[in-house]
């Protein structure tokens, strides 16, 4: 029997890429070479108190997402990187970084128990700007991860190089989900969401320019929001272009309807100029794009993925909230 690749299918049926990014209060990565088995941190390399650590926090439900990362040299590497992401409270264009140099992954566990609890740490180094995009290669998870993560992986490191960006790193990663859009990554600090990806359109996102469109194709969303504001942020990216990206933002679901078929979003933003807008959009079900099909190669069963669609769009107010 030929083998199912749900990315190909995607592609297939013309599958909309925006609003499957995941929304989550912190991301926790940990620099842990491959390989790595399907629940990653179940892998040889992670240790037993941190394999606790993660279970212990997915049971309490907590909004905090923990991946593997890895180098080309993470398996030599005489110390080992923690980086946590954690998104902090009203208008805001990032997730804050706290970054960490341990001498073994051993130790990873207790400097997550104490950021946790609000300690200082003798491992924190000093925060430095970065734009760390992680790559999910994890083919033990899905194939497609393997078959598009790891060529996309090394032709983006070159990518990188030719374009001289010394502030860009990039990371292998475990599962980040959406493997359909295979290779996916996620533009940390600001938690953007990407799939489908090529160098073309990994250079228009890096360096924020060219024809804004290519986002249709390439853009599952902003982590920061709830993914139905996701379909509504996109809209607002064609109007306003690439300055958009250097907007402070925020958004809440107003009112959902009990069969999900209509969304009220309400989304406020500040401009450099320090003026507030607030927006409201009524999205509803786009009967045409929401399908029913095989979500990953090895699923047994076909899901309902529901797509939304701007309705409305208006300015609800303006407000000068600082002056330059």
């Not at 990518?159 to 990663?173: A, D, K």
């Amino acid at each position: 029997m030929k083998n199912f690749f749900c990315s190909d299918y995607s592609r297939q049926i013309g599958e909309e890429i925006i609003g499957s990014a995941t929304n989550y209060q912190t991301y926790v990565l940990v620099e842990c070479p491959p390989p790595w088995i399907s629940e990653a941190f179940g892998s040889k390399w992670v240790p037993s108190n941190l394999q606790l650590l993660n279970r212990e926090l997915q049971s309490k439900k907590l909004p905090v997402r923990f991946l593997l990362i890895a180098k080309e040299d993470s398996h030599k590497n005489q110390e080992t990187t923690l980086l946590i992401y954690h998104k902090p409270q009203g208008l805001t264009k990032s997730y804050i970084k706290r970054e960490f140099k341990l001498p073994n992954i051993d130790l990873v566990e207790g400097e997550i128990r104490k950021w946790l609890a609000g300690k200082n740490s003798d491992y924190e180094i000093q925060n430095k700007f970065t734009r760390d995009i992680l790559i999910c290669t994890h083919g033990s998870h899905d194939q497609c991860c393997a078959r598009y993560g790891n060529p996309f992986y090394f032709h983006a490191q070159k990518t990188i190089m030719e374009l001289q960006l010394e502030e860009v790193r990039i990371w292998r990663s475990s599962h980040i989900g959406g493997h359909r859009f295979a290779p996916t990554a996620i533009d940390l600090p600001e938690a953007r969401y990407y799939g489908l990806l090529d160098q073309q359109s990994l250079e228009a996102i890096l360096c924020r320019a060219g024809d804004i469109k290519i986002l249709d194709r390439v853009y599952r969303g902003w982590g920061l929001l709830p993914p139905a504001l996701q379909v509504l942020e996109r809209e607002i990216i064609y109007i306003q272009g690439w300055d958009w990206f250097n907007n402070k933002v925020s958004g809440r679901v107003l009112e959902q309807s009990m069969d999900n078929n209509t969304v009220l979003a309400e989304l406020s933003y500040e401009n450099s100029a320090g003026c507030l807008y607030t927006l409201q959009a009524k999205l509803i079900k786009d009967t045409v794009k929401t399908r029913i099909f095989k979500t990953s190669c090895h699923a047994t069963e076909e899901s309902l993925v529901v797509k939304y669609a701007v309705d409305n769009l208006y300015a609800k107010s303006t407000e000068v909230v600082s002056a330059l």
